[in-house]
C-alpha cells in the first residue's frame, strides 16, 4: 500500500517537473483551462444562453467536439491489435501511449457533454438505484455506458502495466491481457454507438443513413493516427526518447488507406443525396452549397476537403512523407480536415433546415469557443503528464525504492 | 536525437532555475509568507476550487431535496405532496403569486386525440398565444409550443414555407397555413432517445415530461421529427400578472432553466374533462 | 378559470364556463340541436363510446340573445314591403348583402308575415335560435360538419357539457365570408435567421 502512495508521489513529481519549455506548456494548459472554466462558471449560471444555440440548431461545438474525440479514442485500437494480436514488438513500446491517448480522449468527450448539459447536478440520473438509465432503448444511454466502461479499460491496462514496471515485477497475463482484447470491441463498439445516435432519426434525413457507423470509424482511423503521428513527433523531438521510424511507417500506412476511404464513403453519401434530389437534400445542400445565399459553413467543408485531399497526397509521396515537416504539415491537415468534416459539418447541417423548413444558421460564441479550447488543454494537460510518466517509467527512470 | 531530460534534478542547477528561484524569493518577501513550490501551487489550485464553487453554487438553483428527488413514476403520495408544496411556495417566492399544482393522472378508457382542419385555419396565431398565455411559458426569451407555417396552396413542401409571415392581412391569397406542435406520436422518437426516461408516454396517449428529471442534453430535440420541443436556454421569464395559477406538475408549472418542454396537451385541463 | 384571450374574439358569444340565462331554451336548443339529423350520416357513435352512456350535451349559444335589433317585432309592426329591395334604411343602413348575389330576396329566409321567425325552402318556420337549420339548406356538408363540432366554434368540455356557437355568431347571415384578420405577429427572427422571401 505505501508503495502505491509512493507510486503517486513520484508521478506527480514526475508530472510537474521538467525543462522550462515543458514548464511553459504546462502554464499554458493551465492558463487555458482556467479561461474555460472561468467562461463555464458563467454558462452554470445564466445557462446555455452564453452559447449561440438556438430552438432549432440545438447541438453545437460541444457535441461536434465530442463527437470527432470518441472518434479519436477509438483510434488507439490500431496500435492495440498490431502489438498484443501480430506481437509487433516495435509497436509495443508506444501502445501505452496510445491507450493513455484513448483515456484523454474517453475525459474529453465526459466534459465536452457535461457542459453541454442544461442540467449537469442531474448526472445522477445516470446512475443504477439513483437513476434511470433508459437502457436499451437509448442510444445516449449506451454511450454513457460504452465511453465509461472503454475509459475503465484505458485506465486499467496502462495503470497495470505501468504499476508493475514500477515496481520492477513481470505483468500477469491474465490481469490485462483479457482487457486489452475487451478494449479492442470495446473501441469499433464506442464509435458506432456514437454513430448510432444520429443515424437512428428518421426526422434528420441528413443524418438517417446506414453509413454513418462506416464513415465515423473509417476517419477516426484517419485522425487518430493522425494525432499520434504528432504526439510521437513531439515526443521525438522535445525528449531523449526515440521514436522508431518503423511506428511512423506504420502509422503512414493506416492514413493512407483509411483518408481515402473516408473519401469513398463520403462520395457514397454525397452520390445519394445530389443524386436523388428529393426534399432531404437540403441539409447536404446547405452545407456545401447553402441556402438562399446563406452558406456560413461552405467554406469550412470546402477547405476541409481540400486539406483531406492535400493530406492524401502528402502521404502517398513518399518525397513528402520522408521528410518530418510535410509529415507534421501533413498530420494536421489530416485532423483538421476530418474535425471540420465529422464534427461541425455534420453535426451542423442536420438542424439546417429544421424538419418544420425552419433555417437558422449557427457558428459558436465566444464563450463556446473558450470552453471547448479549456477542454481542449485540460485534454492536452493531462496526456502530457500521463504520457511523461508513462514513458519515464518504461525508460525506467522511475522506479519504486526498494 | 538529444534533447532535455525528462525528470533530471540537475536542471537545479541550470541558469533558469536559478531566475525562477529569485522570483519565487520575491513572491515570497511580498506575500510574507515562506513559499513551498509544490504547496503554493496546491494552495493556489484549492483556492482556485473553492472560489469556482462558491461562485458556481451561488447561481445554482438545487437544494439537497431536489438533487435527490425521485422520478415522477416512482414518487410515492407523499413524495409527490412535499414535491408539489416546495413548487407552490418557490412560485410564490419568485413570483408573489398563490399557485396550486395539480396532478390529474390519466383517465380510464380514454384515449386523446386532435384535429386541426387546414382548410379553416387562416394563420392568425391566436392558438400560439393563447396557449401560451395558459401555459406560462417564457415570454424571454419567448418560447411558443405552436408553430404556424405557412405554406403555397398546393404544396406540403416545408422547406419552401415560412413561421415567420406578418399576417397583416391573414389568410393571404393562395397560401395555406399548418399550425404544429407536438403530435404525441404512438412510437415517440424522443421518448427513445431520452438517456434518462425523463419523457414517456402515458396511458391516454399524451406524452409527457418530467421538468424535474430532465437533464438538458436535448437528444429528444434533436430526435423529434417535428421539431416540438423547445429548450429554456434561460431562466424563463413571466410576468407575475400572466402567471396561471391553475398548474399541473407534468405541464404548465413554470419550469427551471436547464429543461427540455413541449406540447404537453393541457393534460391539467384535459384530463379534468376540459 | 381564467379567462383566456381566446373568449375575447367574436361578439356576442360568451364565456364558455357561465351559466346560460334562459335555462328553458337552453334545454329546448340542446335537445333540438342533438335530436335534429338533418344530414344523411349520423355523428359518430360518440354515445356508444362513452363509458357512462349519456349523450354529450350541447349548449347553443341562443342568437336571440345576442341580436340588438331583435325581436323585429318591435319596429316593424305592419309589414308594408311586399319585395324588400336593397340598400336597407336605417337603423340597417350598414347592412351589406354579399350572400347568394343571384338571389337578393330577403324574404327566401325572413318571414314576411312574422318577421321574429325564418323561414325554411319548404315553409316550415324556424326561430332565431336554430339558424344552424337554415343556413344547413344550401350548406349541408358545414351542417353536417357543426352537428360533429367540427366546423365552427366549440368549446367546453370533451365529455360533458359543450358550448357550440350558432352559425351567425361568427358569418354574419347577409355576408357570411369570413374577413381576413390581422394575425398576431410572428415569432422574433433568430438573430442566425436565414429569410427565404426575396427582399
Same mark, same amino acid.
Given at each position: 500500500?505505501?508503495?502505491?502512495?509512493?507510486?503517486?508521489?513520484?508521478?506527480?513529481?514526475?508530472?510537474?517537473?521538467?525543462?522550462?519549455?515543458?514548464?511553459?506548456?504546462?502554464?499554458?494548459?493551465?492558463?487555458?483551462?482556467?479561461?474555460?472554466?472561468?467562461?463555464?462558471?458563467?454558462?452554470?449560471? =445564466?445557462?446555455?444562453?452564453?452559447?449561440?444555440?438556438?430552438?432549432?440548431?440545438?447541438?453545437?461545438?460541444?457535441?461536434?467536439?465530442?463527437?470527432?474525440?470518441?472518434?479519436?479514442?477509438?483510434?488507439?485500437?490500431?496500435? =492495440?491489435?498490431?502489438?498484443?494480436?501480430?506481437?509487433?514488438?516495435?509497436?509495443?513500446?508506444?501502445?501505452?501511449?496510445?491507450?493513455?491517448?484513448?483515456?484523454?480522449?474517453?475525459?474529453?468527450?465526459?466534459?465536452?457533454?457535461?457542459?453541454?448539459?442544461?442540467?449537469?447536478?442531474?448526472?445522477?440520473?445516470?446512475?443504477?438505484?439513483?437513476?434511470?438509465?433508459?437502457?436499451?432503448?437509448?442510444?445516449?444511454?449506451?454511450?454513457?455506458?460504452?465511453?465509461?466502461?472503454?475509459?475503465?479499460?484505458?485506465?486499467?491496462?496502462?495503470?497495470?502495466?505501468?504499476?508493475?514496471?514500477?515496481?520492477?515485477?513481470?505483468?500477469?497475463?491474465?490481469?490485462?491481457?483479457?482487457?486489452?482484447?475487451?478494449?479492442?470491441?470495446?473501441?469499433?463498439?464506442?464509435?458506432?454507438?456514437?454513430?448510432?445516435?444520429?443515424?437512428?432519426?428518421?426526422?434528420?434525413?441528413?443524418?438517417?443513413?446506414?453509413?454513418?457507423?462506416?464513415?465515423?470509424?473509417?476517419?477516426?482511423?484517419?485522425?487518430?493516427?493522425?494525432?499520434?503521428?504528432?504526439?510521437?513527433?513531439?515526443?521525438?523531438?522535445?525528449?531523449?526518447?526515440?521514436?522508431?521510424?518503423?511506428?511512423?511507417?506504420?502509422?503512414?500506412?493506416?492514413?493512407?488507406?483509411?483518408?481515402?476511404?473516408?473519401?469513398?464513403?463520403?462520395?457514397?453519401?454525397?452520390?445519394?443525396?445530389?443524386?436523388?434530389?428529393?426534399?432531404?437534400?437540403?441539409?447536404?445542400?446547405?452545407?456545401?452549397?447553402?441556402?438562399?445565399?446563406?452558406?456560413?459553413?461552405?467554406?469550412?467543408?470546402?477547405?476541409?476537403?481540400?486539406?483531406?485531399?492535400?493530406?492524401? =497526397?502528402?502521404?502517398?509521396?513518399?518525397?513528402?512523407?520522408?521528410?518530418?515537416?510535410?509529415?507534421?504539415?501533413?498530420?494536421?491537415?489530416?485532423?483538421?480536415? =476530418?474535425?471540420?468534416?465529422?464534427?461541425?459539418?455534420?453535426?451542423?447541417?442536420?438542424?439546417?433546415?429544421?424538419?418544420?423548413?425552419?433555417?437558422?444558421?449557427?457558428?459558436?460564441?465566444?464563450?463556446?469557443?473558450?470552453?471547448?479550447?479549456?477542454?481542449?488543454?485540460?485534454?492536452?494537460?493531462?496526456?502530457?503528464?500521463?504520457?511523461?510518466?508513462?514513458?519515464?517509467?518504461?525508460?525506467?527512470?522511475?522506479?519504486?525504492?526498494? | 536525437?538529444?534533447?532535455?531530460?525528462?525528470?533530471?534534478?540537475?536542471?537545479?542547477?541550470?541558469?533558469?532555475?536559478?531566475?525562477?528561484?529569485?522570483?519565487?524569493?520575491?513572491?515570497?518577501?511580498?506575500?510574507?509568507?515562506?513559499?513551498?513550490?509544490?504547496?503554493?501551487?496546491?494552495?493556489?489550485?484549492?483556492?482556485?476550487?473553492?472560489?469556482?464553487?462558491?461562485?458556481?453554487?451561488?447561481?445554482?438553483?438545487?437544494?439537497?431535496?431536489?438533487?435527490?428527488?425521485?422520478?415522477?413514476?416512482?414518487?410515492?403520495?407523499?413524495?409527490?405532496?412535499?414535491?408539489?408544496?416546495?413548487?407552490?411556495?418557490?412560485?410564490?417566492?419568485?413570483?408573489?403569486?398563490?399557485?396550486?399544482?395539480?396532478?390529474?393522472?390519466?383517465?380510464?378508457?380514454?384515449?386523446?386525440?386532435?384535429?386541426?382542419?387546414?382548410?379553416?385555419?387562416?394563420?392568425? !396565431?391566436?392558438?400560439?398565444?393563447?396557449?401560451?398565455?395558459?401555459?406560462?411559458?417564457?415570454?424571454?426569451?419567448?418560447?411558443?409550443?405552436?408553430?404556424?407555417?405557412?405554406?403555397?396552396?398546393?404544396?406540403?413542401?416545408?422547406?419552401?414555407?415560412?413561421?415567420?409571415?406578418?399576417?397583416?392581412?391573414?389568410?393571404?391569397?393562395?397560401?395555406?397555413?399548418?399550425?404544429?406542435?407536438?403530435?404525441?406520436?404512438?412510437?415517440?422518437?424522443?421518448?427513445?432517445?431520452?438517456?434518462?426516461?425523463?419523457?414517456?408516454?402515458?396511458?391516454?396517449?399524451?406524452?409527457?415530461?418530467?421538468?424535474?428529471?430532465?437533464?438538458?442534453?436535448?437528444?429528444?430535440?434533436?430526435?423529434?421529427?417535428?421539431?416540438?420541443? !423547445?429548450?429554456?436556454? !434561460?431562466?424563463?421569464?413571466?410576468? !407575475?400578472?400572466?402567471?396561471?395559477?391553475?398548474?399541473?406538475?407534468?405541464?404548465?408549472?413554470?419550469?427551471?432553466?436547464?429543461?427540455?418542454?413541449?406540447?404537453?396537451?393541457?393534460?391539467?385541463?384535459?384530463?379534468?374533462?376540459? | #378559470?381564467?379567462?383566456?384571450?381566446?373568449?375575447?374574439?367574436?361578439?356576442?358569444?360568451?364565456?364558455?364556463?357561465?351559466?346560460?340565462?334562459?335555462?328553458?331554451?337552453?334545454? #329546448?336548443?340542446?335537445?333540438?340541436?342533438?335530436?335534429?339529423?338533418?344530414?344523411?350520416?349520423?355523428?359518430?357513435?360518440?354515445?356508444?363510446?362513452?363509458?357512462?352512456?349519456?349523450?354529450?350535451?350541447?349548449?347553443?349559444?341562443?342568437?336571440?340573445?345576442?341580436?340588438?335589433?331583435?325581436?323585429?317585432?318591435?319596429?316593424?309592426?305592419?309589414?308594408?314591403?311586399?319585395?324588400?329591395?336593397?340598400?336597407?334604411?336605417?337603423?340597417?343602413?350598414?347592412?351589406?348583402?354579399?350572400? #347568394?348575389?343571384?338571389?337578393?330576396?330577403?324574404?327566401?329566409?325572413?318571414?314576411?308575415?312574422?318577421?321574429?321567425?325564418?323561414?325554411?325552402?319548404?315553409?316550415?318556420?324556424?326561430?332565431?335560435?336554430?339558424?344552424?337549420?337554415?343556413?344547413?339548406?344550401?350548406?349541408?356538408?358545414?351542417?353536417?360538419?357543426?352537428?360533429?363540432?367540427?366546423?365552427?366554434?366549440?368549446?367546453?368540455?370533451?365529455?360533458?357539457?359543450?358550448?357550440?356557437?350558432?352559425?351567425?355568431?361568427?358569418?354574419?347571415?347577409?355576408?357570411?365570408?369570413?374577413?381576413?384578420?390581422?394575425?398576431?405577429?410572428?415569432?422574433?427572427?433568430?438573430?442566425?435567421?436565414?429569410?427565404?422571401?426575396?427582399?
Amino acid at each position: 500500500m505505501r508503495t502505491y502512495f509512493q507510486y503517486w508521489r513520484d508521478m506527480l513529481r514526475c508530472a510537474f517537473t521538467g525543462s522550462n519549455v515543458y514548464y511553459a506548456w504546462i502554464a499554458l494548459l493551465v492558463l487555458l483551462t482556467a479561461s474555460g472554466l472561468a467562461v463555464y462558471v458563467i454558462q452554470l449560471r =445564466v445557462g446555455l444562453a452564453v452559447t449561440n444555440l438556438t430552438q432549432q440548431v440545438s447541438w453545437g461545438a460541444y457535441i461536434a467536439n465530442f463527437t470527432f474525440l470518441v472518434g479519436v479514442a477509438a483510434a488507439a485500437v490500431l496500435l =492495440v491489435v498490431p502489438t498484443y494480436v501480430y506481437h509487433r514488438e516495435d509497436i509495443r513500446e508506444v501502445v501505452l501511449i496510445a491507450e493513455l491517448m484513448a483515456a484523454t480522449a474517453i475525459v474529453m468527450c465526459l466534459l465536452f457533454v457535461t457542459v453541454d448539459l442544461g442540467r449537469p447536478e442531474r448526472f445522477i440520473h445516470f446512475l443504477p438505484f439513483l437513476g434511470r438509465l433508459n437502457f436499451p432503448l437509448s442510444m445516449l444511454a449506451w454511450d454513457v455506458i460504452v465511453l465509461t466502461g472503454y475509459l475503465l479499460l484505458n485506465l486499467h491496462v496502462p495503470g497495470y502495466l505501468l504499476y508493475q514496471l514500477y515496481r520492477g515485477r513481470q505483468p500477469a497475463k491474465a490481469a490485462y491481457l483479457p482487457f486489452v482484447f475487451l478494449s479492442i470491441f470495446w473501441a469499433i463498439s464506442i464509435h458506432t454507438v456514437t454513430a448510432f445516435l444520429y443515424g437512428g432519426f428518421g426526422g434528420r434525413p441528413f443524418w438517417n443513413t446506414a453509413i454513418m457507423a462506416p464513415r465515423f470509424l473509417v476517419s477516426a482511423f484517419a485522425s487518430g493516427p493522425a494525432i499520434l503521428i504528432l504526439v510521437f513527433v513531439a515526443i521525438d523531438r522535445f525528449t531523449d526518447i526515440e521514436i522508431r521510424e518503423s511506428i511512423f511507417k506504420f502509422l503512414r500506412r493506416v492514413i493512407s488507406i483509411a483518408l481515402p476511404l473516408n473519401f469513398f464513403l463520403l462520395g457514397c453519401e454525397l452520390f445519394k443525396e445530389f443524386y436523388t434530389d428529393s426534399v432531404h437534400t437540403a441539409s447536404a445542400e446547405y452545407l456545401f452549397f447553402g441556402l438562399f445565399g446563406h452558406g456560413l459553413l461552405v467554406p469550412y467543408i470546402w477547405s476541409a476537403l481540400a486539406m483531406s485531399g492535400a493530406a492524401i =497526397v502528402i502521404f502517398s509521396t513518399e518525397r513528402l512523407y520522408r521528410d518530418r515537416r510535410w509529415l507534421i504539415a501533413g498530420s494536421a491537415l489530416c485532423v483538421l480536415g =476530418v474535425w471540420i468534416e465529422k464534427g461541425m459539418g455534420l453535426i451542423i447541417p442536420g438542424f439546417i433546415p429544421t424538419p418544420t423548413g425552419d433555417l437558422v444558421e449557427y457558428t459558436p460564441s465566444a464563450g463556446e469557443f473558450l470552453i471547448c479550447l479549456g477542454i481542449w488543454a485540460f485534454g492536452a494537460l493531462i496526456f502530457t503528464a500521463m504520457a511523461k510518466v508513462a514513458l519515464a517509467i518504461q525508460h525506467g527512470r522511475l522506479r519504486a525504492q526498494t | 536525437m538529444p534533447g532535455k531530460s525528462i525528470s533530471d534534478e540537475s536542471t537545479q542547477k541550470r541558469p533558469q532555475a536559478r531566475a525562477l528561484r529569485r522570483v519565487e524569493a520575491e513572491v515570497e518577501t511580498a506575500l510574507k509568507t515562506p513559499i513551498d513550490r509544490r504547496g503554493f501551487l496546491k494552495r493556489l489550485g484549492a483556492a482556485g476550487a473553492t472560489a469556482t464553487a462558491a461562485v458556481a453554487t451561488g447561481g445554482c438553483t438545487t437544494s439537497w431535496d431536489t438533487f435527490f428527488q425521485k422520478h415522477y413514476k416512482e414518487m410515492t403520495d407523499e413524495d409527490k405532496e412535499r414535491v408539489f408544496a416546495r413548487i407552490e411556495k418557490e412560485a410564490e417566492k419568485r413570483f408573489g403569486r398563490r399557485v396550486t399544482v395539480s396532478d390529474p393522472g390519466p383517465l380510464d378508457g380514454v384515449s386523446f386525440a386532435f384535429c386541426i382542419s387546414l382548410s379553416l385555419c387562416n394563420g392568425n !396565431r391566436k392558438c400560439v398565444h393563447a396557449c401560451v398565455e395558459e401555459n406560462n411559458q417564457s415570454r424571454n426569451p419567448a418560447i411558443q409550443y405552436i408553430k404556424v407555417v405557412e405554406l403555397d396552396r398546393g404544396t406540403l413542401n416545408l422547406e419552401k414555407g415560412t413561421a415567420y409571415y406578418e399576417g397583416d392581412s391573414v389568410p393571404a391569397a393562395d397560401k395555406v397555413y399548418l399550425p404544429m406542435q407536438c403530435n404525441q406520436c404512438d412510437n415517440p422518437p424522443c421518448v427513445k432517445a431520452c438517456p434518462v426516461e425523463a419523457t414517456w408516454k402515458e396511458k391516454d396517449g399524451i406524452v409527457v415530461i418530467d421538468y424535474d428529471w430532465c437533464i438538458g442534453c436535448r437528444y429528444c430535440m434533436a430526435a423529434c421529427p417535428y421539431e416540438a420541443r !423547445r429548450f429554456n436556454y !434561460r431562466e424563463p421569464q413571466v410576468p !407575475r400578472a400572466d402567471i396561471n395559477p391553475n398548474q399541473g406538475y407534468l405541464s404548465n408549472r413554470v419550469r427551471p432553466k436547464g429543461v427540455v418542454e413541449k406540447c404537453h396537451f393541457c393534460l391539467h385541463r384535459t384530463r379534468n374533462g376540459h | #378559470m381564467k379567462r383566456t384571450s381566446i373568449q375575447r374574439l367574436s361578439a356576442g358569444q360568451r364565456p364558455s364556463h357561465s351559466r346560460p340565462r334562459a335555462p328553458l331554451l337552453a334545454v #329546448m336548443s340542446a335537445i333540438a340541436c342533438v335530436a335534429c339529423g338533418q344530414s344523411n350520416a349520423s355523428p359518430p357513435a360518440l354515445e356508444a363510446d362513452r363509458p357512462d352512456g349519456r349523450p354529450d350535451q350541447v349548449y347553443v349559444s341562443p342568437r336571440t340573445q345576442s341580436l340588438d335589433t331583435f325581436p323585429c317585432s318591435e319596429c316593424h309592426h305592419t309589414v308594408t314591403l311586399q319585395e324588400p329591395t336593397l340598400p336597407p334604411r336605417e337603423p340597417h343602413r350598414d347592412l351589406v348583402f354579399a350572400h #347568394m348575389p343571384n338571389a337578393g330576396h330577403c324574404y327566401q329566409c325572413h318571414n314576411r308575415d312574422d318577421l321574429d321567425t325564418l323561414r325554411l325552402f319548404t315553409g316550415e318556420l324556424v326561430s332565431f335560435d336554430d339558424t344552424q337549420t337554415l343556413c344547413g339548406q344550401c350548406h349541408p356538408a358545414q351542417k353536417r360538419d357543426w352537428d360533429w363540432g367540427i366546423h365552427g366554434k366549440q368549446v367546453g368540455s370533451w365529455r360533458g357539457l359543450k358550448h357550440r356557437y350558432a352559425c351567425a355568431a361568427c358569418h354574419d347571415p347577409h355576408s357570411p365570408k369570413r374577413p381576413a384578420v390581422k394575425a398576431y405577429p410572428p415569432p422574433s427572427f433568430p438573430h442566425f435567421g436565414i429569410r427565404k422571401e426575396a427582399h
